[in-house]
């Protein structure tokens, strides 16, 4: 299924899977204690991967993550949304080009040694965060 997602119909850029769900509360520790103690999430610092393999691809290592944050936090953007998904994409300018030609605004991009995000906002206010992983899983 990923495979046909991340196929370009047209020429348009497509999200290949979800990278992450990551969501506010209010006593990080303690609901990472309730997540460890009944579901069976070990994070770190609130933070757990699901590691993955795609059927097609079993030589490459995919991951999914999972992070609880602050209720504070700003990280989700201005409208303080409780959720934000991150979206894996096979190749972010070309997605990001896409987006603008669209009339979308791009808050911002930054990279990492695990990969390249950007993050924008829905209508709605919900924020979006875009992520091309280094290795393309």
């Not at 997540?35 to 610092?45: A, V």
Request: cysteine-free.
């Amino acid at each position: 299924m990923e495979e046909n997602l991340a196929q370009s119909q047209g020429g348009s850029e497509k999200v290949t899977g979800i990278g992450g769900i990551f969501f506010r509360v209010r006593d990080p520790e303690q609901m990472a204690a309730w997540y460890r103690e009944h579901l069976g999430i070990h994070s770190e610092n609130g933070y757990a991967d699901f590691l993955w393999r795609h059927p097609n691809q079993p030589q490459e290592t995919g991951r999914t993550t999972w992070a609880l944050f602050p209720a504070d936090t700003d990280y989700f953007g201005q409208s303080r949304p409780a959720f934000m998904i991150n979206y894996r994409v096979a190749n972010l300018e070309k997605m990001l080009a896409q987006l603008r030609r669209q009339g979308v605004t791009i808050e911002k991009t930054e990279d990492y040694d695990y990969g390249r995000f950007a993050w924008l906002t829905d209508p709605e206010g919900n924020r979006i965060e875009l992520w091309e992983p280094k290795n393309k899983s």
